[in-house]
């Protein structure tokens, strides 16, 4: 199929990259998002996101008039749906962003188009998803009830890239490809490899969406065994940093470094759509969910512990006296994205709980939302909090805070989830 024009729903920390490298390819690009003002800020050739080089990217496809942003799908030759998939109450799989994709851009699909679900999604998704495609179109055909023959073909190609590596690896990855007929994974294959340098290895839908869960919860199983240990040798009075040092030294293992909990949209949430799918099979997945999910509390446990600390050292001080300066709040090192980020939970409860806070991250100018309303968090440059604060929790190992030596803290106080200054 010749593509010329290509449409992609949702120009978030996937979306937008996507969209920018079609384009530099000298495709039409339309990109659609529900924010009016992700879309005003993408027009006027600039970004809404932090990603290293996207804006460069952006600003010139833009200029040249490749890629344009809009708040309704358009026609086009291929449709990418890359929008959230959250989970709901009961830590179910949220389709309906999904959902209402599909059915936005099923108003404009015309015969021979290619529909892929970007979107990391549970098993079973992208049939429901063509399904809901010909419930908008009864005058279209499409694979689930027509096979090779169809209308309209339809695949899965889940992103699988790194957060401040978006661009590069968008390029230079592998893609995973599960159409619902082998003719709708070659259509998704040759629309790939317009930038994809990388294989596009190509399966069916069903293991095609697996296998990106697959990839998130061996990564958070392993995030977990590392936490555990973090609480297992807190409780013997062992460094984990060093422990951990010693056992990588054996030639089969790599364990990974512990932290204040799991965040991100991926990893914290992919493994509860294998568990929602298979709850009686799906027992180490959803084990290591719950150790991920518990270290947070932890965290605020040990941090309440060193308060008690400072208090018997310092009995002229009450609690409200006490002021903790929290070190980050991004999920992950040198980016400026909270989803679903232990850091920011941790210390939202601990605002929660009225404890004067210095709130530390230099990749944003203002604190979120959540934070910003409260009278007892400012947010502070590394060297005020580490002048005013009677207690450092470090909670995201950020570039920018390896600039300070360990001995050259006075702070007899010091919780440190992510073995900061032990590494460096």
């Known amino acids: 199929m010749s593509v010329e024009t290509i449409c992609v729903v949702g120009l978030g920390y996937i979306g937008l990259p996507t969209a920018a ?37 952006v600003h010139s496809v833009v200029t040249d008039g490749w890629l344009r942003a809009t708040t309704k799908p358009e026609p086009a030759d291929a449709f990418l749906i890359a929008v959230p998939t959250p989970f709901r109450d009961g830590k179910l799989p949220d389709l309906s962003y999904i959902e209402a994709a599909s059915r936005a851009i099923a108003k404009v699909l015309k015969s021979g188009d290619l529909v892929i679900l970007e979107s990391t999604s549970p098993v079973g998704a992208t049939e429901q998803m063509a399904n809901w495609l010909a419930e908008e179109r009864p005058d279209l055909t499409f694979p689930q009830t027509h096979g090779e023959d169809s209308d309209i073909r339809v695949a899965h190609c889940p992103e699988r890239v790194l957060p401040g590596h ?3 690896e968008l390029i230079q990855n592998d893609r995973v490809v ?71 030294r054996h030639p089969r293992v790599s364990i990974l470094q512990p932290g204040p909990g799991v965040g991100g949209h991926c990893i914290a949430v992919d493994p509860w759509f294998i568990v929602a799918r298979t709850p009686e099979e799906a027992r180490l997945v959803r084990a290591a969910r719950a150790i991920n999910d518990e270290k947070p509390l932890w965290v605020i ?26 070190l980050g709040l991004a999920f992950k090192p040198n980016v400026n994205d909270f989803r679903e980020s232990p850091a920011l939970l941790i210390t939202q409860t601990l605002a929660g709980e009225g404890i004067n806070l210095l709130a530390v991250e230099p990749h944003i100018e203002a604190l979120p939302e959540s934070l910003a309303r409260r009278s007892n968090v400012a947010l502070a440059t590394l060297d005020r909090a580490i002048k005013e604060s009677d207690i450092l929790l470090v909670l995201v190992a950020h570039n920018a805070f390896r600039t300070i030596e360990r001995s050259n803290i006075g702070h007899d106080y010091i919780v440190d989830t992510v073995g900061l200054w032990r590494q460096t």
Request: include cysteine; glycine fraction near 4%.
């Open 21 to 57: 490298v079609f384009a530099s390819r000298k495709k039409k690009v339309i990109g659609v998002d529900v924010s009016v003002r992700a879309v005003e800020i993408i027009n006027r050739g600039k970004i809404h996101t932090v990603e290293p080089d996207l804006d460069v990217t």
């Open 166 to 168: 978006v661009l590069r």
């Open 178 to 248: 599960g159409g619902l007929t082998p003719k709708c994974s070659k259509a998704a294959v040759d629309l790939y490899k317009i930038f994809v340098e990388g294989d596009c290895v190509v399966t069916n839908a069903h293991t095609a969406e697996m296998c990106k869960l697959t990839e998130n919860s061996f990564r958070d199983v392993n995030i977990a065994f590392a936490n555990e240990l973090s609480t297992i040798c807190s409780r013997l009075s062992i460094d984990v940093w060093e422990l951990i040092s010693l056992a990588n």
């Open 301 to 326: 446990n040990k941090v309440k512990q060193a308060m008690g600390d400072y208090l018997v050292a310092n009995p002229d001080m009450t609690m409200r006296d006490v002021k903790v300066a929290c």
